[in-house]
Structure formats: structure tokens, C-alpha cells
């Protein structure tokens, strides 16, 4: 592309991007600078357009994945994993020592019975068993289709 060229739609893009979006405002400012013709702007103003547009939606798109990335790490740091919360009922249930501001706090009995407690509900120990039922005579629905009167006659 000719510089000439380039430097109208540099111009054209630069007044895009501060916000003068209406054709007539940017030919006004145009004009002030290069006398050409209304079909030459055109021209001109389509690819700017184009051009303007892309780097929107390359700017969204970017931003788009930087708020997912930074949610997915949020996500990472706020949830521990059922894992991670099972390994620590069983170090409170097994009486594990853990330091506090200097100080070691051995979990009371209560404490250890509350964990255990917890872990049988997380790995549904005295969930109920799945029952088979004998009843298999199921009978399939059956639907009837009722014709409208015409009410317009």
C-alpha cells in the first residue's frame, strides 16, 4: 500500500479508536487535513472500518481469556478438592498435633468424633443400599389427540 494511502487510514483508524465513529465527523476532520473526493474517503473509511473492527474483537478476545484465566486461579485457590478436605478430617480424627501461633492444639475427642462423622457422610458409608424393585409390569403412557372445533365460522 502506498504511504499516502496508509497514512489516510492510519488517520481514519486513530479517529476510531478516540471515538468519533460517524462517517460525517471524520470527514469533516479529513477534509481539514486532505482535500479528496467523498467516493476516495470511502474507500478509505471501509478498510479503517475493517481494520478497526479486528482489533476490537482481537482486544475482547484477549480480554475474554485473561477473565477466564484469572477465574480458573481464583477457582484453584478458593475450593480445596474433596481430597484435600478428606486428608484433613483424617489428620483431625487421628489426633494429629497442629501448631497454632507457636502453641500445639491436639484436637478434643468431640473434635475427632465430628470428623469422622463428616468423612461418613463425604464417602457415604451408611448411605442406604440401592434397592431392585420387583415390580417391572410398567405399562407405557398412551396420549390421545383431541381435534379443535373451528369456532370461527
Known amino acids: 500500500m502506498k504511504p499516502n494511502k496508509q497514512a489516510y487510514i492510519d488517520f481514519i483508524l486513530s479517529e476510531l479508536n478516540k471515538g468519533n465513529v460517524e462517517r460525517n465527523v471524520v470527514m469533516a476532520n479529513f477534509g ?27 482486544i475482547n478476545s484477549a480480554k475474554l481469556e485473561q477473565r477466564i484465566e484469572s477465574e480458573k486461579e481464583a477457582v484453584k485457590r478458593d475450593i480445596i478438592s474433596k481430597h484435600e478436605a478428606l486428608e484433613i478430617l483424617t489428620k483431625i480424627a487421628k489426633g494429629t498435633a497442629k501448631r497454632v501461633e ?19 457422610k463425604i464417602e457415604g458409608w ?5 434397592i431392585e ?3 417391572k409390569t410398567i405399562q407405557p403412557l398412551q396420549f390421545e389427540i383431541i381435534k379443535r372445533e373451528d369456532k370461527t365460522t
Do not use: C
Open 102 to 120: 507457636g502453641q500445639v492444639i491436639m484436637p478434643s475427642p468431640g473434635e475427632q468424633r465430628q470428623s469422622i462423622e463428616t468423612m461418613a
Open 32 to 58: 481539514k487535513k486532505w482535500q479528496l473526493g467523498n467516493r476516495t474517503f470511502d474507500r478509505y473509511w471501509e478498510v479503517a472500518n475493517e481494520a478497526h473492527r479486528e482489533q476490537f474483537e482481537a
Open 133 to 135: 424393585t420387583t415390580d
Open 126 to 130: 451408611f448411605a442406604p443400599k440401592e
